[in-house]
């Protein structure tokens, strides 16, 4: 299979593994499975400008001006190959229109897989420059996930790569707020600071979380919340139990989104029981509905924050 860029063009870019899988997510993909590896023995070649890659990318100016067999070939012969691997093959034409100029074919609509890879693309060649005016027209609403999925850490990756800081931090905070486990860059060149903080401020709040509930408890427990004896015991248990059953108990709570987590905080149940008008009566109709303020857990726990907060992306830019 071969494809022109340029028809002079001096260079032959030769793919090899070509759609290779991209991005793997374990759990279901919303945008549908990446497309299998091309198994062309031979690659697909596409004929390229030397002088366009060279202007646009310093992985290809070493290429081709170094001390390599590329440079040396293209000077002795005028012309030369140099050989790529695992490239989706409509992103890399994509990319390589781009560099070429050839703005006239280079789509306006882009799904988010197709701008994803190519943006890696760019990041690995180095022309993340060259890509910068296509951010107004590729980044649309209709391509932004509302989810926590394989989509969404595309997202993440995109608006890292064009430094987009608002959608960056509302992409962070979905990730953060709705993963039920350790959050994982799927391959993708977001660096490693950024999941490592995802991961660590997705944990610490999740920690805050379950920290309020214990110690909320611990007051109960200690004296500090309740009116009396059977108040505190019955609202140790109601809350024990919540915590229980709605796996907000520690470790299980690790375990489950901070967004569920949050969720379940505020459903606690008021407890409800009847108890003596006076001190030492027994009369069964002299009763009273109990209540006391602290069986409001709403009160109590006060305001739950239901999401996490989103990373700034400022603060990883160097």
């Not at 494809?3 to 290779?20: C, K, M, Q, R, Y």
């Not at 959050?183 to 490592?196: D, F, K, Q």
């Not at 999740?206 to 019955?234: N, P, T, V």
Request: glycine content about 6%; charged content about 20%; aromatic content about 8%.
């Amino acid at each position: 299979m071969a494809h022109v860029i340029d028809p002079s063009g001096e260079v032959t870019i030769i793919l090899h593994n070509a759609n290779a899988p991209f991005a793997i997510w374990s759990a279901p993909i919303s945008s549908g499975p990446a497309r299998k590896a091309d198994d062309t023995n031979k690659g697909v070649r596409i004929r390229v400008s030397a002088k366009h890659l060279i202007l646009a990318s310093p992985v290809f100016e070493r290429a081709l001006t170094g001390p390599w067999r590329e440079s040396i070939t293209l000077d002795q012969e005028g012309s030369t190959e140099i050989t790529a691997e695992g490239w989706d093959i409509e992103a890399l034409l994509i990319f390589l229109r781009v560099i070429h100029c050839q703005f006239q074919l280079v789509p306006l609509d882009l799904s988010l897989e197709v701008l994803a890879k190519v943006t890696v693309i760019a990041d690995y060649y180095g022309c993340r420059a060259a890509l910068g005016f296509f951010s107004c027209v590729w980044v649309q609403d209709s391509i932004i996930p509302k989810t926590y999925s394989r989509d969404l850490m595309l997202w993440v990756w995109v608006t890292w790569f064009f430094t987009l800081p608002d959608q960056f931090r509302g992409a962070t905070s979905i990730a953060m707020s709705q993963c039920s486990g350790e959050i994982y860059s799927l391959g993708l060149p977001i660096p490693r600071a950024v999941i490592e903080r995802m991961n660590a401020v997705r944990q610490s709040s999740i920690q805050s979380l379950h920290g309020l509930l214990e110690g909320q408890g611990a007051k109960i427990l200690h004296g500090e919340r309740g009116c009396h004896f059977e108040c505190r015991a019955m609202l140790f248990g109601v809350l024990s139990m919540h915590m229980h059953d709605n796996k907000l108990d520690w470790p299980a709570i690790l375990g489950q989104s901070y967004e569920t987590s949050a969720r379940a905080t505020e459903t606690v149940r008021r407890p409800r029981w009847r108890e003596p008008c006076s001190e030492g009566s027994s009369n069964t109709n002299n009763r009273r509905l109990h209540n006391c303020p602290d069986c409001n857990f709403t009160r109590l726990l006060g305001p739950v924050e239901q999401s996490v907060q989103g990373l700034r992306l400022q603060n990883f830019l160097v």
